[in-house]
Structure formats: structure tokens, C-alpha cells
């Protein structure tokens, strides 16, 4: 059975960092597409940042990039999101998800496997 298990996510000030964690069971993350995915409330949910399984080539939506940083370690069978400068605009639930192979990277419907979500809250 396929499990991915997000955390990190918490309540940040505007201006700090916070780092999500994917933990990944049933399967081999180095095999897989990843993605990191937010959903805000009365948004649809949008990719973040996916990262590719072939050539570990990367992907950052235009209002992260410079910010946020996402890295694999197969080992551990485990991906990161590393966001740094946090915003108000970038509180949401983020998620991640994995699919042994994605058309598009970073496109919602391309993935199959998701977790159930952290909660970013970034507020003074």
C-alpha cells in the first residue's frame, strides 16, 4: 500500500523559513515523479515545485522560485521542501505526490499518489 506522509508545516512569521518533509512507504521515491502541491481556502490546488525521477530536473512556480528549494534523498526515501522568505500569500495546505511517470511535471492531474497535507500558516 502506497503511503505518503507530509510534516513540517506550522504557524511562521512573514520572513521565516519552514521545511516540509515526504515520507514515502509502498514505494521507491527514486523511481517516481514528485511533486509539492498547496491548495489555499477557495483556491484550486496548484503545483509548487516537482522535481523529475529520470533526470532530477526541476520545476518552481514563478512565485517561489529563489525562495523555496525541493531535494530527494533517495536513502531515506524521503522529499523536501525547503521555503525560505515566507509570505502571507504562500499559507495553504501543501501536499506532495508521486507518479511513476508524469506527461507534464507539476500538472495536478498527472499524479497518483497524495498525501494528506501539511498546513502552512504564515502570519504576524
Known amino acids: 500500500q502506497v503511503q505518503l506522509v507530509e510534516s513540517g508545516g506550522g504557524l511562521v512569521q512573514p520572513g521565516g523559513s519552514l521545511r516540509l518533509s515526504c515520507v514515502a512507504s509502498g514505494l521507491m521515491l527514486d523511481y517516481y515523479d514528485i511533486g509539492w502541491f498547496r491548495q489555499a481556502p477557495g483556491k484550486e490546488r496548484e503545483g509548487v515545485s516537482c522535481?523529475?525521477?529520470?533526470?532530477?530536473?526541476?520545476y518552481y512556480k514563478d512565485s517561489v522560485k529563489g525562495r523555496f528549494t525541493i531535494s530527494r534523498d533517495n536513502a531515506k526515501n524521503t522529499v523536501y521542501l525547503q521555503m525560505n522568505s515566507l509570505k502571507p500569500e504562500d499559507t495553504a495546505v501543501y501536499y506532495c505526490?508521486?507518479?511513476?511517470?508524469?506527461?507534464?511535471?507539476?500538472?495536478?492531474?498527472?499524479?497518483?499518489?497524495w498525501g494528506q497535507g501539511t498546513q502552512v500558516t504564515v502570519s504576524s
Open positions: 505526490a508521486a507518479d511513476a511517470l508524469v506527461q507534464t511535471m507539476c500538472a495536478v492531474y498527472g499524479y497518483d499518489h
Open positions: 522535481i523529475s525521477a529520470t533526470d532530477s530536473s526541476t
